[in-house]
């Protein structure tokens, strides 16, 4: 077969597989499931990781569509929060009002399209189906936490870009303009690094010298 025929047949598999994985997920309810699981980690995980604030998942905004999820998030200001409870602590008022920020981002489009186009990538490169499992294990297991730790960026960030409820929060210069550019193209960069990814886990130097 030649490079021609190889690399045909891959990117032919490659959309079979894509499109296929994204029907999958969208008619079994699996992306409502990993949004739901998504959350729940990021929540877990970056919910009081900072001093400045305490990050709860909202979950799916209201409204959305069906098939093009938005997420919510909500940030509340930590040293406000313990102001007004002690306030309202002292004066016996049962509610505490709070200005809060949200933030939302299409999650199909951010989280679980990469996901599963790396997903795809691997079902379509020309090894046998136990080299493909095995990489596929590895791969997913390395892209979660990616995808948290960018994720982790962008609330730092918006919490950077947040002039009302944190103005005494500021990123280093350095830092802010990083996550800026890193935030402005948040699925190109998730895109970016599954090539690199899957360049690591699944691909052979014997593959590189056939087609060479």
């Not at 102001?83 to 951010?110: C, H, M, P």
Request: net charge positive; charged share 15%; glycine share 8%.
């Amino acid at each position: 077969m030649s490079r021609l025929q190889q690399l045909s047949r891959f990117g032919g598999l490659l959309f079979l597989y894509y499109i296929g994985l994204m029907i999958l997920s969208l008619a079994t309810g699996f992306s409502g499931a990993y949004l739901k699981w998504h959350c729940g980690c990021a929540e877990a995980i970056f919910g009081n990781a900072t001093s400045a604030a305490q990050i709860d998942c909202v979950g799916p905004k209201p409204g959305a569509a069906k098939y093009d999820t938005e997420v919510e998030y909500r940030f509340i200001d930590k040293a406000e929060l313990e102001r007004q409870t002690e306030q309202a602590r002292r004066s016996g008022q049962a509610d505490v009002k709070l200005n809060v920020f949200g933030w939302s981002y299409n999650f199909n489009r951010i989280e679980l399209f990469p996901l599963l186009f790396l997903m795809a990538l691997v079902l379509a490169y020309p090894a046998s189906w136990r080299y493909r499992l095995q990489s596929l294990g590895i791969a997913v297991l390395l892209f979660i936490p990616l995808s948290f730790a960018l994720l982790g960026a962008k609330f730092l960030y918006q919490m950077h870009l947040n002039t009302t409820v944190f103005s005494h929060y500021q990123l280093p210069v350095l830092g802010a303009s990083f996550m800026r550019y890193l935030s402005l193209s948040l699925s190109e960069a998730r895109f970016i690094f599954i090539i690199l990814l899957w360049g690591v886990v699944m691909v052979r130097w014997e593959d590189l010298r056939r087609l060479a």
